[in-house]
């Protein structure tokens, strides 16, 4: 508990107007300093009675008075007062600690949902090493196909708690099997941290668990010995429970994607064997669109789009007549208007699928043109979806430079330059010119196009 500072204390009307009710009704007069010598209340005189006044055991002042008789109860008051405004303060302060904690665990619930699990990783020991002493924290998953440990973030001025991939012995083993948190002061007194905490003195570890399944384990832990406390621990294990949580949804939610993408590859691909002249079209369309998206700096939830909108681009040929779709000559004026509706065919299979709503402007107007002649809605300029006109470039480079059974595909140099002709009326000017810095980087080459 801090010592009590008088001088504040006695600046207080309540505290003077208390002191004069005290003195009046005991009739007695008394003088109060400070430590240092300064007269907080009263006037000083000679052969005065002097008692301390103390507060957790140490003087804090001193007061006088000439009736020696009646100075010890004035004194033993003073610290009553002194004794109960510290506890006020303590209080107050201790009330302020748990809503600042308080806030701080809502701000990180609101946020850690929002991630995936190496943010969240981040983010938790972000937190760890702000709130609790550490030099290190780190938070090790159970790879769930091999059972291993893997060490996913680590954080802090060390790193040499978490070994990159173990399995489970040690504390850690130990903290898993129980599934209960450990604080260990003295890791060189307790031979289960000889594996796990190299030369770290002390360690808090807890075991990162969600609907009773083991998930893994978050170590935090000093270089030099340190006496974690039960409030350590306690606010220790509530942000890795909370982290815990978010963590087990993120990963259902990567393996669902996973499984998503998995269907749209492989429906993708089953479009393409419908058409045997564009072999690899699909993947190589996505291959060049997330080369211009990275050129571009688009956002990650863009990039997502992008990605979806490419694999799926030509969905609508569900929809086209085998005789149009594998024909071998020219197609004829009607024939052209069948393939056209690909867009709107690929629009009307994907309305049905929820997950799927933001990437149909990417398909539906991948053809448009940024001059307004394009189809099938004659948008222009900034109209057209940024996706869609990253796919417009990505999509036409693939088609002029691939063979087809009615011509011989461009010579990749002959292409480019078809492109850049085309910047401002076709294409996206700023589109093409990521896409030519794609070509700088060798993201997209010749190479791309063959096999």
């Given at each position: 508990m801090a010592i009590c500072n008088l001088k504040k204390l006695f600046l207080r009307k309540d505290i003077i107007k208390l002191i004069d009710s005290l003195t009046k009704n005991m009739g007695v007069s008394i003088c109060i300093e400070d430590n240092a010598g300064a007269t907080l209340y009263g006037s000083g005189g000679n052969n005065r009675v002097c008692l301390?006044?103390?507060?957790?055991?140490?003087?804090?002042?001193?007061?006088?008075?000439?009736?020696?008789?009646?100075?010890?109860?004035?004194?033993?008051?003073?610290?009553?007062?002194?004794?109960?405004?510290?506890?006020?303060?303590?209080?107050?302060?201790?009330?302020?600690?748990?809503?600042?904690?308080?806030?701080?665990?809502?701000?990180?619930?609101?946020?850690?949902?929002?991630?995936?699990?190496?943010?969240?990783?981040?983010?938790?020991?972000?937190?760890?090493?702000?709130?609790?002493?550490?030099?290190?924290?780190?938070?090790?998953?159970?790879?769930?196909?091999?059972?291993?440990?893997?060490?996913?973030?680590?954080?802090?001025?060390?790193r040499n708690i978490a070994r990159a991939q173990m399995s489970a012995i040690g504390i850690v083993g130990s903290v898993i099997k129980s599934g209960k948190a450990e604080i260990i002061n003295d890791c060189h007194a307790d031979q289960r941290c000889e594996m796990d905490t190299g030369s770290v003195s002390s360690i808090i570890c807890s075991p990162v668990k969600a609907r009773e399944k083991a998930l893994g384990v978050v170590i935090a832990g000093t270089v030099e010995p340190y006496n974690y406390s039960a409030d350590d621990l306690h606010f220790f294990c509530t942000l890795v429970s909370q982290a815990a949580f978010a963590m087990d949804n993120a990963r259902l939610y990567e393996s669902l994607k996973k499984a998503f993408i998995k269907?749209?590859?492989?429906?993708?691909?089953?479009?393409?064997?419908?058409?045997?002249?564009?072999?690899?079209?699909?993947?190589?369309?996505?291959?060049?669109?997330?080369?211009?998206?990275?050129?571009?700096?688009?956002?990650?939830?863009?990039?997502?789009?992008?990605?979806?909108?490419?694999?799926?681009?030509?969905?609508?040929?569900?929809?086209?007549?085998?005789?149009?779709?594998?024909?071998?000559?020219?197609?004829?004026?009607?024939?052209?208007?069948?393939?056209?509706?690909?867009?709107?065919?690929?629009?009307?299979?994907?309305?049905?699928?929820?997950?799927?709503?933001?990437?149909?402007?990417?398909?539906?107007?991948?053809?448009?043109?940024?001059?307004?002649?394009?189809?099938?809605?004659?948008?222009?300029?900034?109209?057209?979806?940024?996706?869609?006109?990253?796919?417009?470039?990505?999509?036409?480079?693939?088609?002029?430079?691939?063979?087809?059974?009615?011509?011989?595909?461009?010579?990749?140099?002959t292409a480019l330059e078809e492109m850049r002709r085309c910047a401002g009326t076709q294409f996206d000017a700023m589109v093409v010119e990521a896409f030519f810095g794609a070509v700088e980087n060798h993201r997209i080459n010749p190479e791309n196009n063959e096999g």
């Open positions: 301390p006044i103390t507060a957790s055991g140490q003087t804090v002042g001193l007061v006088y008075a000439h009736d020696g008789s009646k100075i010890a109860a004035s004194a033993s008051l003073l610290n009553y007062i002194v004794e109960t405004e510290m506890q006020k303060k303590a209080l107050a302060a201790e009330a302020l600690d748990k809503y600042g904690e308080l806030t701080m665990l809502y701000d990180f619930v609101e946020k850690v949902n929002a991630f995936n699990v190496k943010e969240i990783a981040d983010f938790l020991i972000r937190h760890v090493l702000e709130q609790i002493k550490a030099d290190n924290v780190s938070v090790m998953l159970l790879d769930e196909v091999t059972g291993l440990l893997k060490l996913v973030a680590e954080g802090g001025s060390v269907t749209v590859n492989t429906l993708a691909e089953t479009i393409e064997k419908r058409d045997p002249y564009t072999g690899g079209h699909t993947k190589r369309v996505m291959t060049y669109s997330i080369a211009i998206a990275e050129i571009l700096g688009i956002s990650a939830g863009d990039r997502e789009r992008l990605v979806l909108a490419s694999v799926l681009h030509d969905i609508g040929k569900i929809g086209i007549s085998d005789h149009v779709l594998r024909k071998t000559t020219k197609l004829t004026d009607e024939e052209f208007e069948e393939i056209k509706t690909h867009t709107t065919c690929g629009q009307e299979i994907l309305a049905y699928i929820e997950e799927l709503q933001g990437i149909i402007p990417g398909i539906r107007s991948h053809h448009e043109r940024f001059d307004g002649r394009g189809y099938p809605d004659k948008l222009k300029g900034l109209e057209i979806d940024l996706i869609a006109r990253i796919i417009a470039v990505a999509d036409t480079f693939d088609a002029m430079t691939s063979d087809r059974p009615y011509r011989k595909g461009l010579p990749f140099d």
